[in-house]
């Protein structure tokens, strides 16, 4: 039995890396078991001692308002995935996460007996321990860009791709206030709730699941790509990351040079010759992000940069 365990605990982990384009987008999916999983639930409950019990080994991961014997509490629900599988580098285009309803909860089903059962997904802006953290402990959160999620409109729902692009890129430009995500009731009034799985579920196909598209930053779309020429090595740039100009400077130009400059999607957003050794790129008006800057010749190639704009 106990070897059958460690074998299922084994399996449990989910983390696949697939190419959707060559030199283009990688997919990430991200959907860890017991043993990689990080998600707790956390509980109001102060008569029981509910608000001080670490609660990071259930198979739920719910939201619910409610009362046992006559005691009113309420419980939320953390899930944090390790953004680590994105390449250096990579911009995340999209972020679909999602959560499977859980056939085997001790609370039953989802419920909106006394109003609807709306939740709210919020960025988690303060470090926890998944096998410490209680409801008395429980981690800063911020409405920043969170995210409504409807009420269910049937008791066995799956909340499927939900669009969580602008939080998972919080956390990645701000990686010191971003630790995942808190589910919890809009109204916190019993008696209602949703009840998912958690990454501690037997079946590793309902475990929270995270889908990312990410961008090569050395991309180049076919259209622009042209063949590499003498290459221009005594070129810096700087500051990178940039906020409001970017500065380049050559030593030894024999020649102009056409300076392009691609974002994430490889649309060129600006173009300007560089004349002289020392020249300066106005990006104030770009935003935040990933960009490529080329510089050619006539049909040729010389260099290749990446630099990030961060505000």
């Known amino acids: ?15 696949r890396v697939v190419k959707a384009q060559v030199q283009k987008d990688t997919i990430i999916v991200l959907q ?4 990689d999983g990080k998600d707790a639930l956390i509980n109001s409950s102060v008569t029981y001692g509910y608000s001080t019990t670490n609660y990071g080994s ?63 997904l919020k960025r988690i802006t303060s470090n926890w321990d998944e096998h410490q953290v209680t409801w ?14 409807p009420a269910t409109i049937n008791d066995y729902q799956d909340f499927l791709d939900i669009d969580v692009t602008q939080l998972i890129n919080d956390m990645i430009s701000n990686p010191n206030s971003g630790y995942g995500f808190m589910l919890q009731l809009v109204d916190e009034q019993f008696y209602r ?21 990410a961008r090569n930053p ?36 024999s020649q102009d040079i056409e300076l392009e400059l691609f974002d994430i999607t490889g649309r060129i957003v600006r173009k300007q010759m560089l004349c002289t050794e020392s020249s300066n790129i106005d990006v104030s008006h770009l935003a935040q992000g990933t960009y490529l800057l080329r510089m050619r010749t006539e049909g040729c190639e010389v260099k290749r940069i990446k630099f990030v704009i961060n505000r």
């Open 136 to 149: 008395d402990t429980q981690p800063t959160t911020t409405a920043q860009h969170q995210i409504f999620l």
């Open 32 to 35: 860890p078991g017991p043993s």
């Open 218 to 253: 050395n991309y180049i779309p076919p259209v622009y790509r042209m063949p590499i020429c003498d290459a221009l090595n005594n070129l810096s740039i700087y500051p990178n990351p940039a906020e409001e100009n970017v500065n380049l400077v050559v030593t030894d130009l």
């Open 58 to 120: 259930k198979f739920d991961f719910c939201a619910i308002a409610w009362t046992r014997l006559n005691d009113p509490l309420v419980v939320r629900s953390l899930v944090e995935f390790n953004l680590g599988h994105i390449p250096q580098g990579y911009t995340v285009l999209t972020a679909k996460l999602s959560l499977y309803f859980n056939p085997n909860s001790s609370d039953g089903k989802h419920s909106s007996l006394t109003g609807l059962n709306k939740t709210v």
């Open 193 to 213: 709730m949703v009840m998912f799985a958690s990454s501690d579920h037997p079946d590793f196909n309902l475990h929270p699941k995270l889908v990312m598209k």
């Open 1 to 15: 039995m106990k070897n059958l365990l460690i074998v299922l605990i084994v399996l449990s982990f989910f983390v």
